[in-house]
């Protein structure tokens, strides 16, 4: 194994710890920080072992933060147009 994936091993380790700890707004803010340790940790991950241990990662990331991708999800689909049928 190799040092990106043990990175990737720690932040889900540390996302889970993270998780158990009591917080006042709702895990927000160690979301954010996961988020901005994570996605290196993720392009690293790519850059190393390929595209698709690098779309495992992320699909593990996103798993863990579910809540900040369905609104980035809602987000996204409300910029998006519509088209008329």
């Known amino acids: 194994m190799n040092l990106s994936l043990i990175l990737a091993c720690g932040w889900g380790i540390a996302a889970n710890l993270l998780a158990m700890i009591p917080s006042r707004d709702n895990h927000w803010s160690r979301a954010y920080l996961l988020i901005a340790v994570g996605i290196p940790i993720v392009g690293y991950v790519t850059f190393q072992n390929g595209p698709v241990w690098g779309l495992l990662v992320l699909a593990a990331g996103a798993s863990v933060l579910r809540w900040p991708v369905r609104y980035l999800w809602r987000w ?10």
């Open 76 to 85: 996204v689909s409300r910029m998006l147009p519509r088209g008329r049928a």
